[in-house]
C-alpha cells in the first residue's frame, strides 16, 4: 500500500523526469517502444553522451528500466501502468486554453471543451 510519503516520493520522481525538455522528449520516444541509446541519439539529434546521462538519471528515478542484449542495452518504460499513465498525461488539454477541444470524444467530464461543444 503506498503511503503519502511514497506517493510523494513518486510525484517529485516524475516531477524530475519530466522537468527536463530532453528527459521528456527521451520518454516519448521511450513510450513508442523500446529503445538504445545510439538509436535514441539518432532520432533525437542529440549526443550519446547527452542521452546516456538522461537515461541515467530516468533509470535512478525507477521511470525506465535496462535489459542487456549482447553488446546493446535495450531501455524501456519500467511498467504498463506507468506507460498508460504516461500517455494519459500527454494527451490532458491543460486549462491553457480553456476553449481547446478534448482530444477524447467519450469524454463525460463536466467542464470539458468536449462536451461544452456538443
Keep these: 500500500m503506498l503511503t503519502i510519503a511514497s506517493r510523494l516520493d513518486v510525484m517529485n520522481r ?8 530532453t528527459r521528456s522528449r527521451i ?6 517502444g523500446p529503445g ?9 539529434e542529440l549526443t550519446r553522451t547527452n542521452v546516456s546521462n538522461h537515461l ?3 533509470r ?3 521511470i525506465v528500466v535496462t535489459e542487456p542484449e549482447g553488446r546493446q542495452t535495450r531501455y524501456e518504460i519500467a511498467d504498463a501502468h506507468l506507460t498508460q499513465a504516461l500517455n494519459a498525461l500527454v494527451e490532458t488539454t491543460l486549462a491553457v ?6 482530444v477524447d470524444p467519450e ?5 470539458c471543451a468536449q462536451a461544452r461543444s456538443s
Design 107 to 111: 469524454c463525460s467530464l463536466p467542464g
Design 97 to 102: 486554453d480553456q476553449d481547446a477541444p478534448c
Design 60 to 62: 535512478d528515478c525507477g
Design 14 to 21: 516524475l516531477g524530475r523526469a519530466m522537468a527536463d525538455a
Design 36 to 44: 538504445y541509446p545510439a538509436q535514441l541519439s539518432r532520432d533525437l
Design 27 to 32: 520518454l516519448l520516444s521511450l513510450l513508442k
Design 56 to 58: 541515467a538519471c530516468l
